[in-house]
């Protein structure tokens, strides 16, 4: 919200949707256009908004499971179509809010309600996920970071295609209890120990671990055709060549 008055977008200009999920809450609180979607689809229903009315401000907001697990499909496509939207992930590393599963994000050798030994799996990295697929700006920071995270979404919210930041967040009730990390505060701190700010490295090169080093920044920032204006222009030219 404060990136959005400090742009002066209208309210009238922006519609955000969302998941199920803790995160995916979010949109009931917000006085502004609004989806709360089925689990996973935020983002094609995103896209629905935007190729029908482009000149909207569309904003997704999900959790880790929503947009990589359930959703993870809907991600690359988006991704690699380069759609204008912004796609917050807010990763708490688990699945919270339906019991505390496993996600694909969850480090290894964490504990959930259903890795109770510890994860086997190797996690996602979102960063190089995200650029991987070709999203042309992709940002990571924590709940520790407010102040860049604004200007990040500030900078997602100024630019034509698809931007993806990903948010590495506290679950203190599931993540935190079952892996002894002493509740929210505690949590909030560990963020801001393991968190490094890098510049001008290789999105692969962007590692996030709670138990090691979370590198935050901006990865990715380029300029390339958005998907609603290539169908429009497509359109356009198919159009004048049936007419010729």
Known sequence: MRALKELKIKREEVVVVSGIGCTGRITTYLRMDAAHVLHGRAIPFALGVKLANPKLKVIVIGGDGDILGIGGNHLI??????IDMLVIVVNNGVYAMTGGQVAPTTPKGCRTTTSPYGNVERPFNVVSLASS???????????AHPLQLKE???EGLTRRGFSLIEVFSQCPTIYGRLNNLNGAPAMLRLLAEKSVIKKGIRPEEAVADWGDTIVCGVFVNKVEEEFSERIRRVTDEGRDNNRG
């Open 152 to 154: 990040s979404i500030k």
């Open 133 to 143: 697929a070709g999203a042309t700006y992709v940002a990571r920071w924590t709940t």
């Open 77 to 82: 496509h988006a991704a690699r179509r380069n």
